[in-house]
């Protein structure tokens, strides 16, 4: 199935609430170059492990076995043993994978070619990316294992840029950001990849993006129909605000009132809607 509602960043942590150890030495790793960097694994590998087991300690059981094979193969690297990079990652496979909160066996992500970042900078929106030029697709890895297949849900015509997922509730459908040729939209489809739409309204010159379910079923999103520009710019950099519609893009409200911008609106567990909130920096008096 597909999780209801779960983001997930497979990787490694670099911090964890779980108490710091002695910190290991690997002298070995100083004396051979094909380990760099080799001791911030081990030990980011035994926060994860040790967070993890302090976090779910009914569904995690298997910590205490894990860090054993963590200091065993983190002694065999301090003595030179071959090999060790590729048998971390398997077992940081192995531990991460292990998470409780990965149960699920379909995970939907965004493909993009290495080099199209499609992010706009702090002070800008969707507004100021290209529209046309990308490889990209939203994608299904099953089994969510390293090698897991990779399948195309969507693939968007003409290179169109496609971005900025979020998944129902149900897990059916999914919302998701991609430009008409003139102005940027909100589209959804289902998680089969059929009953493609678009949501938001058609507005001429209005951009349309970033938008995430709520719990009664209507959509907030970041529109740039209150037609300002950020201040410190001039104007020349197009502001956006946060809006609320219908599933059918009717009775859109807008929410915010800001002269800047706000953006990536998200749920969180109470019910109320987390955003970001771009605000230029204070010149000093004089």
């Not at 035994?46 to 300690?57: E, Q």
């Given at each position: ?40 694994q ?51 496979d192995?531990a ?9 066996d ?22 100021c ?20 297949r ?15 997922i ?26 089969d ?54 599933r ?39």
């Open positions: 199935m597909v999780s209801h509602r779960q983001v997930v960043w497979l990787g490694v942590l670099s911090a964890a609430l779980a108490p710091l150890g002695a910190q290991p030495s690997l002298s070995a790793e100083a004396a051979q170059p094909n380990f760099p960097g080799l001791a911030r081990f030990e980011s590998l035994r926060l994860a492990i040790g967070d993890l087991s302090t976090t779910f300690p009914d569904k995690y059981r298997r910590g205490p076995e894990l860090l054993r094979r963590l200091e065993a193969l983190r002694e065999r690297a301090d003595q030179g043993a071959a090999n060790v990079r590729q048998e971390l990652a398997r077992l940081r192995e991460l994978l292990a998470n409780p909160l990965l149960d699920f379909r995970l939907i992500l965004l493909k993009r070619k290495r080099g199209q970042l499609g992010l706009p900078t702090n002070h800008q929106c969707n507004s990316l290209k529209q046309t030029g990308y490889d990209n697709e939203i994608a299904v890895l099953s089994p969510v294992r390293r090698g897991g990779l399948e195309t849900l969507f693939r968007p015509p003409q290179g169109l840029y496609v971005g900025e979020d998944l129902d509730y149900d897990a059916g459908q999914l919302l998701f950001t991609m430009p008409d040729g003139r102005t940027w939209q909100i589209h959804e489809i289902g998680v990849g059929r009953g493609l739409r678009r949501v938001s309204p058609h507005e001429p010159d209005v951009d349309s993006f970033d938008a995430c379910y709520l719990p009664d079923g209507r959509i907030c999103f970041a529109s740039t129909a209150s037609v300002t520009g950020v201040p410190c710019w001039h104007g020349k950099e197009r502001a956006c605000s946060l809006y609320l519609m219908n059918d893009g009717s009775g859109v409200r807008q929410l915010c009132f800001d002269q800047d911008l706000d953006l990536h609106p998200a749920v969180l567990p109470t019910g109320q809607i987390i955003y970001s909130r771009w605000t230029p920096k204070a010149r000093p008096s004089s």
